[in-house]
């Protein structure tokens, strides 16, 4: 929550949004992101949130406005008015959740998007990115950055660099080749360890790469060879 205006507007230049852009820009975000001050802030620089509410307290006062719940899985959603005026027409949901020992709790959500129901917002609130799964822990064993460590402040920022290129081009390389093969679940990790260290012969003609042979004695030679050829 410290953060996300900076982070807003490095974006903005790095992606290069200037305002009539921004109505075009989805940012989803979960609790930690901020309080409504930061909310506001987005929506009145022009961008379209998908948000969870950090008061607890308010989730609390909204649930006692609700005036249908629908079932959400395990957990129910409802929707009420808008507890503040964001300046432009917002939706505002409430989860309730029952705990193991019985307690339910409640969040609140708010979103400047329309959503045909209650239950589709949900799930496009939690496709939001998991970089915390998808790329930190898994690169950490995937590609050995939680082993290798530098001395020096520099040497270790240039490996956090080359481990994030390696990290950008495993994942080209899984939609691209491996997607919708028997490969379709493997992680950096497999990717890694059960087909880059596959044997093979890479044949280069004027710098060129003209023929891959894989020993064809190693299991999956075959759908690795089809793979790579998607690849090329």
């Not at 609790?31 to 969870?52: C, F, P």
């Not at 799964?133 to 020096?152: C, I, P, T, W, Y």
Request: include cysteine; glycine fraction near 8%.
């Amino acid at each position: 929550m410290h953060c996300l205006e900076t982070a807003v507007q490095a974006a903005e230049i790095a992606l290069e949004l200037p305002v009539e852009k921004r109505k075009r820009v989805v940012w989803r975000l979960d609790g930690g992101a901020g309080s409504e001050k930061e909310l506001h802030w987005l929506v009145e620089r022009g961008y379209q949130i998908v948000a969870k509410g950090i008061n607890h307290n308010r989730a609390v006062a909204l649930s006692k406005q609700v005036k249908r719940w629908d079932a959400y899985g395990e957990d129910w959603l409802g929707e009420v008015p808008a507890p503040t005026d964001y300046a432009r027409p917002v939706r505002v949901f409430v989860k309730r959740k029952r705990k193991k020992d019985g307690s339910l709790h409640y969040s609140y959500y708010v979103t400047t998007l329309s959503f045909p129901s209650k239950q589709i917002f949900q799930t496009f609130y939690d496709a939001r990115g998991g970089a915390e799964v998808e790329q930190f822990r898994n690169d950490k064993s995937g590609l050995g950055l939680e082993a290798r460590r530098k001395r020096s402040y520099f040497g270790q920022k240039v490996y956090i660099l080359l481990t994030d290129l390696a990290h950008n081009l495993l994942s080209d390389f899984y939609h691209q080749a491996l997607v919708g093969t028997i490969f379709d679940g493997y992680g950096p990790k497999r990717i890694v360890r059960d087909l880059f260290h596959h044997p093979g012969l890479l044949v280069f003609e004027n710098d060129l790469l003209q023929r891959i042979d894989l020993l064809s004695l190693k299991q999956n030679a075959d759908d690795l060879l089809k793979c790579l050829k998607r690849y090329g």
